[in-house]
């Protein structure tokens, strides 16, 4: 046994988990009349419904004395401070300096950090400004109709996600794409469309060496000076963002044209750094500094609330008490709003590359579950596809609902049966119909005998599939904002939990060397395969051209 595993708190909570694993929300709900108003909270223009969750007060009390035993705020607040809490690459975390305001400052190893960010923000702001006036042309003299972001992982859906969410406050004549897959697929569809005089790349990569994203920008750059039969145009259509300023160089781009960050912001936290200079192209400055602005007031409530009206904090401790008491292998992601549906592809990053490890800060192997799958898509699309398994199948699968009260469109009917829909299946899910309900309602229809009995069993739904409803007023710049660091912060509160550092990943290490090698043997030249396994070998030998 781990000394988590062992702890009181958790002890404590495995036992109450079986005092209350066949209580239903139903019940609940039956016996608390003021269920609803005691189990929402609100914070950074954020209203969250958790009263549809399989806990009590003692549940409550038990999961917050875990958290103070791990001890969650400690590691908050290091955070906060610029301590090196990525011990394993001895660097800090401090994504929120990002969105902290410039004239606040943030001294880490002796210096303030704050003057650095506030200088790539406003580098960032005047070369936008620039584009998206026209005052910043291609080599050929031509205002800018399309940007390219060529990144992946936390270079691409971040922003991506971003500028989707907020396409209300983008402008119809300056369009931003982004391409991410090695597949020449992506690339070639995108360019296919695009005219290379009026494009501008952007090549978006921390440690400028990922080959996903130098190979898409080594071919972008061979179609435009292609295009344009002249090799200087690469200055003028081409812009990085990387902590790697010799990579950037050796690229061929100048200086001038690089916008860097820090290895203090990690890949999946990167968003509000120079990552963000394609999404704030769509967006507009002033709309990327509501987005900052959001972030800011989620950070402030992180840091200020108690535990017990902390959101992060208890959006954390549920997720755990579902994954490690419960048994929850999964967790979805439901947003009832068509523009935020990139958003579980960038949680599934946010999340799963955090906190999806199986050894702890001391190096030692966990002995309990931690970060679930994460996954989802968009409502009302799900309810026709996967929402079946959730009301019938066998699994507890938690899920978050996420609406906004005010569209952006002037479609009153499609927006409330948008809310409508979204309310009523956090109502299905969680109440469900008994068989004696469904029963009663065949016997009505007039259903008798065998026919009766079947119907009832596959026409009654369990319940009891616990959700949290995100309720935001618009989805404008600030609510974005502060609904993605709210799940940042469920990261770090989670990690705390379960004793991981969230912010290193070397599970993506071993499938990046493997590929080199393997690439060198399909090569048609290539050499005896070497060390390579049965399987490999034979699927190389079948798809080597
Ligand atoms: O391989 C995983 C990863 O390192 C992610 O953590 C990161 O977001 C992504 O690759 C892209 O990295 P980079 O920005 O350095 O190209």
């Not at 609510?479 to 004793?499: D, F, I, T």
Request: hydrophobic content about 45%.
């Amino acid at each position: 046994m781990s000394a988590l595993t062992d702890s009181p708190a958790w002890q404590a909570l495995e036992a109450h988990q079986r005092s209350i694993a066949t209580h239903h929300l139903r019940d609940w709900f039956a016996t608390e009349p003021d269920r609803a108003q005691r189990h929402c909270l609100q914070a950074a223009g954020l209203f969250a419904d958790f009263s549809k969750h399989r806990v009590d007060d003692r549940a409550l009390e038990l999961l917050h004395a875990l958290a103070v035993q791990q001890d969650v705020e400690g590691w908050r607040d290091r955070m906060f401070a610029g301590a090196a809490v990525n011990a394993a690459e001895g660097r800090a975390a401090l994504h929120v300096a990002l969105r902290r305001p410039t004239g606040w400052p943030l001294v880490v190893d002796g210096t303030d950090v704050m003057p650095a960010v506030g200088e790539v923000l406003a580098r960032m702001r005047t070369f936008s400004a620039a584009v998206r006036s026209g005052d910043r042309c291609g080599h050929t003299g031509r205002r800018f109709t399309d940007v390219v972001n060529l990144g992946i992982g936390g270079s691409d859906l971040g922003p991506a996600m971003v500028t989707d969410a907020l396409q209300p406050y983008g402008r119809a004549d300056l369009r931003v794409h982004y391409v991410s897959n090695v597949d020449a697929a992506d690339l070639a569809t995108c360019l296919a469309r695009l005219d290379p005089e009026t494009t501008l790349f952007i090549v978006c990569s921390k440690t400028f060496t990922t080959i996903e994203t130098i190979t898409n920008a080594d071919t972008a750059r061979q179609w435009l000076v292609a295009a344009l039969g002249d090799p200087r145009a690469t200055g003028a259509h081409f812009v990085a963002v990387s902590t790697n300023l010799d990579g950037t160089r050796q690229f061929g781009i100048e200086s001038d044209n690089v916008f860097g960050f820090w290895d203090w912001v990690g890949g999946r936290f990167s968003l509000w750094s120079a990552v963000g200079l394609a999404a704030m192209l769509a967006i507009g400055p002033d709309a990327f500094d509501g987005l900052l602005a959001g972030a800011h007031a989620m950070d402030a409530h992180f840091l200020q609330a108690p535990l017990e009206r902390n959101l992060p904090v208890r959006m954390g401790l549920l997720g755990a008490w579902y994954a490690n008491f419960f048994g929850a292998a999964t967790h979805a992601v439901l947003p009832y709003d068509q523009r935020l549906q990139r958003l579980p592809a960038h949680l599934q990053q946010l999340e799963m590359e955090s906190n999806g490890k199986s050894v702890d800060r001391e190096g030692r192997r966990t002995d309990y579950a931690t970060c679930p799958v994460l996954w989802g898509s968009p409502g009302t699309n799900g309810q026709h596809a996967f929402y079946q398994l959730l009301h019938q199948g066998t699994r507890l699968i938690p899920s978050d609902f996420i609406i906004a009260r005010q569209p952006h469109h002037d479609h009153p009917l499609h927006h409330r049966l948008l809310v409508a829909n979204c309310l009523a299946q956090s109502e299905a899910l969680a109440f469900g119909k008994t068989e004696a309900q469904a029963r009663a309602e065949l016997v009505a229809r007039g259903a008798t005998g065998e026919r009766l009995d079947l119907l009832a069993a596959n026409q009654s739904f369990a319940g009891n599939q616990p959700t949290t409803t995100l309720v935001v007023e618009r989805l404008d710049p600030p609510a974005v904002g502060a609904l993605v660091a709210l799940y940042e912060h469920k990261v770090l509160v989670q990690s705390a939990l379960w004793n991981l550092n969230p912010f290193d990943q070397w599970g993506v290490e071993l499938g990046k060397k493997l590929a080199l090698r393997v690439g060198e043997c399909l090569l048609p030249a290539a050499a005896p395969m070497a060390g390579l396994d049965g399987s490999t070998r034979m699927l190389v030998e079948r798809l080597r051209s």
